[in-house]
C-alpha cells in the first residue's frame, strides 16, 4: 500500500523516480500534508463563499438593487480567485485538491440577515487562515503563509464593507438603505471590495 511521505524527500531516499513527485512503492509530495489539508480547507469555504455571494447577488439583483447586487457579485468573484489561487497551490505542491464542503450556502431573507450570514462566514476565514498561517510557517512553508496572508487581507477588506454596511442599515433603517441601492454603479457603501477580484488578481 502507498505510504505517503511529507515534506522533502530524505536524502537516502533510495526508491526510483516514476514521475512528478512520484516514487514507486511511495507517494512522494512536494508540500506538507498538513499544510495540503489546511488548503484544502481553506478552499472548500471558499468556495462556499462564492456560492453565499453568488446567491445574495442573485436575490438583490431580482429585486430591483442593482447597485448592492453588483458589490456582492464582486465579492463573489473575489472568493473564485482566492479558490483558483489555493487551488493552484494545492496543485505546486502535489497534493490532490479534495474541497469538502462541511456547510451548505447560508441564504438571509432580508439584506440584514445577509450581511450577517456573510459576516460570520467571514470571520470563520479569518480564524482558518490564521491558524493556517501559524502551520504553513511551522511546516517551514513560507509561500503558503504568504498566501494565506494575502486572501486575509482580502477577508479583513470584506469585512469592513459589510460592517460597513450594518452601520448604515442601523442609522438609517433597511428600507432608506435599500433606496440607495437601486441603481447600478459606486460601491453600495464606503469601504468596497477591494480584493483579488476587484485588483484583476
Ligand atoms: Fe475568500
Ligand atoms: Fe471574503
Not at 431580482?62 to 473575489?78: H, I, Y
Not at 432608506?176 to 441603481?183: A, M, P, V
Request: charged share 25%; proline share 2%.
Amino acid at each position: 500500500m502507498a505510504t505517503q511521505i511529507c515534506g522533502a524527500a530524505p536524502a537516502d531516499f533510495g526508491a526510483r523516480r516514476i514521475g512528478a513527485g512520484l516514487y514507486e512503492g511511495e507517494v512522494y509530495m512536494r508540500g506538507s500534508k498538513q499544510v495540503v489539508d489546511v488548503l484544502n480547507d481553506v478552499l472548500a469555504a471558499e468556495l462556499l463563499a462564492v456560492s453565499q455571494y453568488f446567491m445574495h447577488s442573485k436575490l438583490n439583483r431580482n429585486r430591483g438593487f442593482m447597485r448592492l447586487a453588483d458589490v456582492l457579485q464582486r465579492e463573489s468573484n473575489d472568493e473564485m480567485s482566492h479558490a483558483g489561487r489555493v487551488t493552484e497551490r494545492i496543485l505546486f505542491l502535489e497534493g490532490t485538491p479534495e474541497p469538502r464542503m462541511k456547510d451548505n450556502p447560508k441564504v438571509g431573507e432580508t439584506v440584514t440577515e445577509q450581511m450577517q450570514n456573510d459576516l460570520a462566514l467571514e470571520h470563520r476565514a479569518v480564524k482558518r487562515l490564521n491558524e493556517g498561517i501559524a502551520i504553513a510557517r511551522q511546516q517551514g512553508d513560507n509561500a503558503s503563509a504568504e498566501l494565506f496572508t494575502r486572501i486575509l487581507t482580502d477577508e479583513e477588506e470584506h469585512i469592513a464593507w459589510i460592517q460597513t454596511q450594518l452601520f448604515l442599515i442601523e442609522k438609517l433603517g433597511e428600507s432608506t438603505y435599500l433606496q440607495s441601492q437601486l441603481t447600478s454603479g459606486g460601491d453600495a457603501g464606503t469601504a468596497a471590495p477591494t480584493g483579488a477580484a476587484a485588483k484583476g488578481g
